[in-house]
Antibody
Framework: QVKLLQSGAALVKPGDSVKMSCKAS????????IHWVKQSHGKSLEWIGY????????NYNEKFKSKATLTVDKFSSTAYMEFSRLTSEDSAIYYC?????????WGQGVMVTVSS | DIQMTQSPPSLSASLGDKVTITCQAS??????IAWYQQKPGKAPRLLIR???TLESGTPSRFSGSGSGRDYSFSISNVESEDIASYYC????????FGGGTKLELK
């Protein structure tokens, strides 16, 4: 069955970076793009961007272009997102999800807390 | 960028009611809208894609309709397991979520 398994929760200091992973299984990794979505506490969902595992090419929401870096290792079927220069506004749950259009399967989410 | 205006932000319903949530896009999205259910502490679950196509496992009491800029999502005969937040997502031009609707029991 399709699974997206994300890395564990992170507690980071302001100004630091965090890199999280999303390991896919149960389907051909290069057949679907991988998205990243932010959900601040009690708030709605924000699309951060996607990466195409076949080409390695990312596409970002303008809002997150200078904040997020998306990469992929198709040999281990794993997508990564690095979030840099963290502030309290970046404390949130981050999800990965796959799609060919609508996001159908989602990871369990990674809670990132930015605190000194 | 396409904006998605979802309403209402919250909704109170009794068991057995029919409820409707709407999403209006800032431009024509050619029916490329999906609807998600999210329960506390869980990832969103895809219920409907391409306006009205139910995902496998989505109960038939859920439905979607619309075209152009205006779309709606309904739950007929609300059940206790439907208490959750609901989000629309346009995927015609990049991806944009609506602001969400929290469904509560009256």
């Amino acid at each position: 069955q399709v699974k997206l398994l994300q890395s564990g929760a992170a507690l980071v200091k302001p100004g630091d970076s965090v890199k999280m992973s999303c390991k896919a299984s149960g389907y051909t990794f290069t057949d679907y793009i991988i998205h990243w979505v932010k959900q601040s506490h009690g708030k709605s969902l924000e699309w951060i961007g996607y990466i195409n595992p076949y080409s390695g090419g990312p596409n970002y929401n303008e809002k997150f272009k200078s904040k997020a870096t998306l990469t992929v290792d198709k040999f281990s079927s794993t997508a990564y997102m690095e979030f840099s220069r963290l502030t309290s506004e970046d404390s949130a749950i981050y999800y990965c999800a796959r799609s060919l259009g609508a996001l159908d399967y989602w990871g369990q989410g990674v809670m990132v807390t930015v605190s000194s | 960028d396409i904006q998605m205006t979802q309403s209402p932000p919250s909704l109170s319903a009794s068991l057995g009611d029919k409820v409707t949530i709407t999403c209006q896009a800032s431009q024509n999205i050619n029916k490329y809208i999906a609807w998600y259910q999210q329960k506390p502490g869980k990832a969103p679950r895809l219920l409907i894609r391409y306006t009205s196509t139910l995902e496998s496992g989505t109960p038939s009491r859920f439905s979607g309709s619309g075209s152009g800029r205006d779309y709606s999502f309904s739950i007929s005969n609300v059940e206790s397991e439907d208490i959750a937040s609901y989000y629309c997502l346009q995927y015609d031009n990049l991806w944009t979520f609506g602001g969400g609707t929290k469904l509560e029991l009256k």
